[in-house]
């Protein structure tokens, strides 16, 4: 026997996530609506998310409690928060319940039809007419849940603009480094931005920077992922870009006694900035996924740094699987993670040798190693090259919503960063 197209976990999942991080539900207040449960009490309770959203009122346990009807036991709030899992995502579990609601549909549908077809209308052509009428219904419906009006768009905008104009600046993350920043207003949330360049010509260095920068400056939260550096290596420059004091001179132990005080103080600012590390070699897309979500979901998550990608596993790893086709996954992958979690994501890339060959060293966008698809799913790609030994320059070569252009870096030896 066959069974009807359901998930009680995802909808109870789904149900609780909202409970458990009320702004999650407008994330996905357009791809599921109450009519898509098929349980009766998570069904209940989402009807009562879109009573509450509708007047304006905060989602929590009490207002949900008073929302519900006689009927549907108040044990399904605390059920539905007991039941998120670890790391879960809101908007997996929504389109996991959409999803399902669709097919339930369909087999409406078909039966319909099949009744239509055994009743034998007057002729076929208004047989084919009802038929096709029917799954209309169907795919207008989940058309209209995916689709935004332009009226709701125009009133999105104009909030944005009002917001900038009381802030007063660009609502981007600053990565400390003014040219950069001048042409980008900052690292946007949603934007997956690309920094590639050739071994040791700086780019994990320009990573902390950045990072140092928006967590130590603007007390923004980030995570670094660092496949291929140790989470001390990586501690070990932000200390010495908090502190002052030189890479080698902290490595070494070369600790002078008129810099205590400046070791003291970078010591300070760094366990106050807040900062993850996260050093894992072999993670891949959906660990990652998984790891930034409950970060984002558990105090919250502003920059995600990724070094490097292509030192990613695939999810799918086989033995005869194409880099290429993997790192296209990756890429893919991020983009989406920047987008579902409102975020940018800084992703290090390396370049391919062509560049070397070049009379002024200067990379091009087809130098991107092993994949296309990282030109083509980045909103920005940032590139470093080396003109000459003690200089570093760095183009946004693609800005998918502004300007490209060039900038000198200051390189600070001592310390690994840029500024």
């Excluded at 060293?361 to 080396?386: F, H, K």
Aim: glycine share 6%; net charge neutral.
């Amino acid at each position: 026997m066959n069974v009807i197209p359901h998930d009680n976990k995802a909808e109870l999942s789904l149900v609780g996530a909202v409970l458990i991080n009320p702004a999650s539900y407008a994330e996905v207040s357009s791809t599921v609506s109450s009519s898509d449960f098929y349980v009766d009490s998570c069904r209940a309770v989402w009807r009562a998310y879109e009573r509450l959203a509708k007047k304006g009122l905060e989602i929590d346990a009490i207002t949900v409690h008073a929302e519900l009807p006689d009927s549907v036991s108040r044990t399904i709030i605390s059920e539905a928060m007991s039941a998120v899992p670890f790391g879960s995502s809101t908007v997996s579990h929504a389109r996991i319940v959409a999803d399902l609601a669709v097919y339930r549909r369909m087999i409406d549908v078909s039966h319909e039809l099949a009744k239509l077809a055994y009743s034998r209308p007057e002729s076929s052509d208004i047989a084919i007419d009802e038929a096709q009428s029917k799954l209309f219904s169907l795919t207008s419906k989940r058309a209209a849940k995916l689709s935004v009006p332009s009226q709701q768009v125009a009133m999105d905008v104009v909030k944005r603009l009002d917001k900038l104009m009381n802030l007063g600046e660009d609502p981007g993350i600053k990565t400390g480094i003014r040219g950069l920043d001048d042409i980008t207003g900052g690292l946007q949330n949603s934007d997956l931005i690309i920094l590639a360049a050739r071994p040791s010509v700086g780019k994990t260095a320009l990573a902390i920077s950045a990072a140092r920068h928006a967590a130590g400056a603007l007390n923004k939260r980030v995570a670094i992922y660092s496949l291929e550096m140790s989470a001390q290596s990586v501690g070990t420059r932000l200390l010495a870009s908090m502190s002052g004091i030189a890479v080698q001179d902290i490595l070494r132990g070369r600790i002078g006694s008129n810099q205590w005080v400046k070791l003291a103080a970078g010591v300070v600012r760094m366990m106050r900035a807040p900062v993850v590390i996260d050093d894992s070699p072999t993670i891949t897309p959906a660990e990652l996924r998984s790891r930034a979500r409950y970060l984002k979901a558990n105090g919250g998550l502003d920059l995600v740094i990724v070094d490097y990608l292509q030192l990613m596993m695939s999810d799918r790893q086989t033995k005869d699987a194409n880099r290429v086709i993997e790192v296209s996954e990756i890429s893919r992958s991020l983009k989406t993670l920047a987008r579902e979690l409102d975020v940018p994501v800084l992703a290090l890339s390396q370049l391919n040798r062509s560049s070397e060959h070049r009379e002024d060293g200067e990379p091009r966008l087809s130098d991107l190693r092993d994949s296309g698809a990282i030109e083509q799913d980045a909103d920005i790609v940032l590139m470093l090259w080396r003109p000459a030994i003690f200089q570093v320059k760095m183009k946004v070569a693609k800005h998918r919503n502004g300007p490209t252009g060039e900038v000198d870096l200051e390189w600070r030896k001592e310390t690994v960063e840029f500024r």
